[in-house]
């Protein structure tokens, strides 16, 4: 289904000499607190496919003359597409060039967990409207003795690359360890993986680590575990 949304490009006056002798079809020029807004209508069966809309218009029609999109472009959010969730991803297509009443509500949605966007970054590469006060970090999960996956299925051995060392029964240096990543897609090439490259012979521990660095203690826990994928 085809919507419409609102796509607004806002220019200071010091720039204005760039609307001299062109007329676009579609186009509604406004004076807004002393500044010139560029209003259009765009389609799309989404949020994400109408800023997709808006951005080539923009590139096409301006191009990079006046500074970065994220500082000259907004569109609306009228079917309230942009809700804050768990699932909240703040740089994705869908969720950013957001209007005012649309930050605002968001901020209020996310209680505290966001806040309005103000650096800039590469042309090409521009923040969204907000950002997370606290950056989330998507660590991977253990699945056998000494192999983790993360969410995107890509897997890694964990080694102790600083032991931890004490004496006279005082503590002196923790353990350090390390994560590498492995070429295999699936647990049993991943196992497989680890016999090859010897990777068990990376752990620096001085103590006997026993069944967690031994391969065969994974191989007879292949058929028991599961991976999220």
Request: hydrophobic fraction near 35%; charged fraction near 30%; charge should be positive.
């Amino acid at each position: 289904m085809r919507r419409s949304y609102t796509m607004r490009v806002r220019i200071g006056f010091d720039h204005k000499s760039v609307l001299h002798g062109r007329g676009w079809r579609g186009v509604t020029t406004l004076y807004r607190d002393d500044t010139l807004v560029l209003e259009r209508t765009v389609p799309g069966t989404n949020r994400r496919a109408a800023v997709t809309v808006a951005l080539n218009w923009l590139w096409v029609h301006l191009g990079h003359q006046l500074g970065q999109a994220q500082t000259l472009l907004t569109v609306d959010n009228p079917y309230e597409e942009v809700k804050y969730s768990t699932s909240f991803h703040c740089r994705a297509r869908e969720y950013c060039y957001l209007d005012e009443i649309t930050v605002t509500q968001l901020l209020l949605e996310a209680n505290g967990e966001l806040v309005r966007e103000t650096r800039l970054r590469a042309l090409h590469h521009p923040y969204g409207s907000v950002r997370r006060i606290k950056r989330r970090r998507k660590l991977p999960a253990r699945v056998a003795p000494n192999v983790y996956a993360d969410a995107n299925n890509t897997f890694f051995y964990r080694y102790t690359h600083v032991p931890q060392h004490s004496k006279k029964g005082k503590f002196i240096r923790y353990r350090k360890v390390r994560f590498l990543r492995l070429e295999a897609r699936g647990l049993s090439s991943a196992i497989k993986e680890i016999k090859d490259r010897d990777l068990p012979a990376l752990h620096k521990s001085r103590r006997i680590l026993g069944d967690i660095r031994s391969v065969s203690r994974l191989e007879s826990l292949y058929t028991n575990v599961s991976l999220r994928t």
